[in-house]
């Protein structure tokens, strides 16, 4: 059977390329568009070079493009992109049969990519070099290569690169070493970790690859079932590449099964999906070896010799080593022993080289059948012997068996994971309700805590305004009228404030609900324990009650550890509604929006549980932190988040049935400044109002609703107090976003 790990790699590798004619047009425009010699340049370069190299077109311009790249890269001191450039020039070198020079510049990428630290870089690297070894039938190397690479993507822990690494391994061990086993080992163990990594390609790639495994065992059911599983995957996927390399191999299952018109079927229509000269050399001489078996010897030698010519140019040592079994036995069905005789040598000394057993068993055939032809049965019988050897080496009733075993371990493998998260979901689910009394106690004495204190501050605060009311009386009128507005702007910036405190208050007690309802939860099966205990005591069972005051032991420490997280919580928001020290402190910007994005939600969740709105953020992973006052950020935001909940609160009561609210956050680091982004799909501002909706006592909600302070005391937060600025981007009827701009320092 044909090899396909080259063509297997091919595909492996390339899956995010497709629709690549429309993509290297957008390329040339952007180079044409943008000729500085910069990285970005060099980035537009090498995917160009890639796409280059997926579809096969002429050496000339892909050889161009990649120095290109690799010229600029060493001239600005761009070491990836020079990693990138030498990747590539290393693939047209290989094809071009300077196998030599194509080592060298992967051994540089290769040092690139581990001085830079790139792993991912590293591995498609180390990949690409197995694929060069394997071009060339040293196959140790390849092997060598492809368990590096495997090894870096298992510390880097990356599923998907795991699962290509694997499928390689696999195809190696099918196609050159013909060893069945180790190869369906690989392909489960790339199916696996592909599902793991949930993704489609990596699966699609695993299955092609298990299909290959049981069309060369004769198992045609289950190869079908994995190439209808990997064809179905593909139809959502798109990519012409892995659509070719499935009708290849679906023509490889029908010509092992004799069904040969079907195959050429599926060899023609597979080969008007691809430009790459190596797929036209695999599909052709598989048709060629299609016209032998029917007898069409004129289009056989035509295939055979084209795909022979065209292998010799690429220096593909297996293409050739399968081509000249091919030939051998077309000259046999020509009763022409000497010339058959001529190519299955040839074959047969490569593939020894090489050690591809697939090769070693048809060319040795080949031999035997031609010294039949010639009566020299000697040498017949020694050729013959070496055939069966081989072929039985690769589907012996022992290597059907190892693969049906690791299909069925692997199989049992995942049913047992899924029965232990069943259980373990159920476990945990009781753990909640358990917990449920213990949290709703904690609510409680939290919120009549809070309440008395609120009571306390409104008392305090009604007595100190009669005592500055009587001062005033004293005073002329105009002074009386200039102290009464203080007193009310005042009284109003403090409802502001204990408004915000009631709302964090909502937040504070959803949030630390779930570790209060482990708490109930936890205790409740500590009393059921310590009845059962007490039973085993009277029935003198101490072995039982042993295990027992083990669980309630255990069960004590998830309280305890849960206790501390509550307490955690609550001491952590609480932190946040202190009044004002007016310290700054370095801050996580985005932990503090995480927070009180939140505590904003669950506290209008609080006052109306029909709300809900749709959530979203894009924080910064690499944000700066910023040297801000806490508590002033943090009124500042819980204010944005919650005029934007108003907003959304407001427009579903007058939307259509299709509206979905939602309210997004973002931040970002831009030319040195910390960028926050709160918008909302509501009703947004209205043009006329826009530039009053700073200023104090401005609000649109109804009487008793809003004292129009709350975004003015934002603007003086973030602009007086940080040395910020705020901005509003708005259009009636679909969205609002406020803008804001902190400083580091």
């Known amino acids: 059977m044909k090899k396909f790990l080259l063509l297997f790699l091919f595909v492996l590798f390339h899956l995010n390329f497709f629709g690549q004619e429309i993509q290297i047009k957008k390329l040339d425009k952007q180079l044409k568009d943008h000729p500085q010699a910069d990285t970005f340049r060099v980035n ?53 049969g300077e196998h030599q020079q194509a080592f060298i510049m992967l051994q540089q990428a290769t040092a690139i990519a581990e001085h830079t630290n790139d792993k991912t870089f590293l591995i498609n690297v180390l990949v690409l070099s197995g694929w060069a070894e394997q071009r060339t039938g040293e196959l140790r190397e390849a092997l060598f290569y492809y368990l590096k690479a495997d090894s870096v993507a298992m510390k880097l822990d990356d599923k998907k690169l795991i699962a290509r690494c694997q499928t390689s391994l696999s195809s190696l061990y099918q196609n050159s070493f013909g060893d069945l086993a180790k190869a369906m080992d690989w392909a489960l163990k790339a199916e696996k970790s592909a599902e793991d990594a949930n993704d489609l390609r990596s699966k699609a790639t695993a299955w092609s690859a298990i299909a290959g495994i049981y069309t060369t065992l004769g198992d045609q059911e289950n190869a079908l079932a994995y190439y209808k599983k990997s064809l179905g995957a593909n139809k959502t996927l798109g990519n012409s590449a892995l659509e070719f390399s499935l009708l290849n191999r679906i023509g490889e299952m029908y010509r092992l099964t004799g069904k040969y018109p079907e195959a050429l079927k599926a060899y023609r229509e597979g080969i008007s999906k691809t430009k790459f000269p190596y797929n036209i050399e695999l599909t052709e001489s598989n048709m060629a070896d299609v016209y032998v078996k029917m007898g069409n010897l004129p289009l056989a030698f035509k295939y055979a010799f084209h795909s022979l010519k065209t292998a010799q140019e690429l220096n593909d040592t297996e293409g050739i080593e399968w081509i000249k079994s091919i030939l051998a036995d077309a000259y046999l069905k020509e009763n ?39 009566g020299d049965f000697a040498n017949a019988y020694k050729f013959q012997n070496l055939y069966i050897a081989y072929r039985d080496s690769m589907s012996s009733s022992e290597v059907t068996n190892k693969t049906s075993v690791l299909q069925y371990n692997y199989d049992l493998a995942k049913k047992q994971a899924q029965i232990i998260t069943l259980n373990q979901e159920k476990k945990l689910q009781r753990y909640f309700l358990t917990g449920a009394f213990i949290v709703m106690g904690l609510i409680a004495i939290t919120v009549i805590i809070l309440l008395r204190n609120n009571r306390h501050k409104q008392k305090a605060n009604v007595l100190l305004s009669k005592q500055k009311h ?69 029935k003198g069972n101490f072995v039982e009650v042993k295990t027992i005051a083990v669980d309630i032991k255990e069960n004590q420490q998830k309280i305890n550890q849960h206790g501390k997280r509550a307490d955690f919580i609550v001491k952590g928001m609480l932190q946040h509604s202190r009044t004002n020290t007016g310290e700054r402190q370095l801050t996580n910007i985005n932990l503090l929006a995480d927070e009180f994005f939140k505590l904003s939600y669950h506290g209008l969740r609080a006052k109306d549980k029909s709300f809900n709105s749709e959530m979203t953020t894009d924080f910064d992973p690499n944000l700066p932190k910023a040297n801000i006052i806490q508590q002033e950020i943090g009124r500042v935001l819980l204010n944005l988040f919650n005029n934007a909940f108003y907003a959304v609160s407001q427009k579903i009561k007058t939307a259509g049935p299709d509206y979905r609210p939602e309210v997004s956050v973002a931040t970002l680091f831009e030319t040195g400044n910390i960028v926050i982004k709160v918008k909302d799909n509501g009703n947004g501002i209205p ?13 649109t909600k109804p009487t008793g609703e809003g004292t129009g302070l709350g975004l003015s005391l934002t603007y003086d937060m973030v602009v007086k107090g940080h040395g910020g600025s705020i901005d509003v981007d708005t259009k009636e009827g679909k969205y609002t976003e406020f803008i804001i701009t902190l400083p580091l320092g």
Request: aromatic share 8%; net charge negative.
């Open 44 to 96: 537009r370069l090498n995917e160009l070079g890639t796409l280059f190299r997926l579809i096969g077109v002429s050496n000339e311009r892909f050889e161009a493009t990649a120095n290109q790249a690799l010229s600029i890269s060493r001239k600005i001191g761009y070491a990836t992109g020079e990693g990138y450039a030498l990747v590539n020039l290393g693939w047209i070198n290989s094809q071009k």
């Open 336 to 374: 022409k022993p000497d010339s058959a005789l001529f190519y299955a040598k040839y074959g047969y000394a490569e593939a020894s080289r090489t050690g591809t057993l697939e090769f070693k068993r048809d060319n040795s055939q080949a031999m035997a059948d031609a010294y039949v032809q010639k």
């Open 470 to 538: 009587m001062i005033e009386e004293q005073r002329d009128q105009t002074n009386k009228a200039l102290e009464e507005l203080q007193i009310t702007q005042t009284q109003l910036i403090q409802s502001e404030k204990m408004a915000s405190l009631g709302e964090l208050t909502a937040g504070i007690a959803h949030e630390i609900q779930n570790p209060l309802n482990f708490i109930n939860n936890f205790s409740e099966v500590n009393t059921e324990l310590i009845d059962e205990m007490k039973q085993e005591i009277e």
């Open 687 to 699: 043009e006329s109002i826009k530039s009053k909706i700073m200023q104090p006592f401005f609000t």
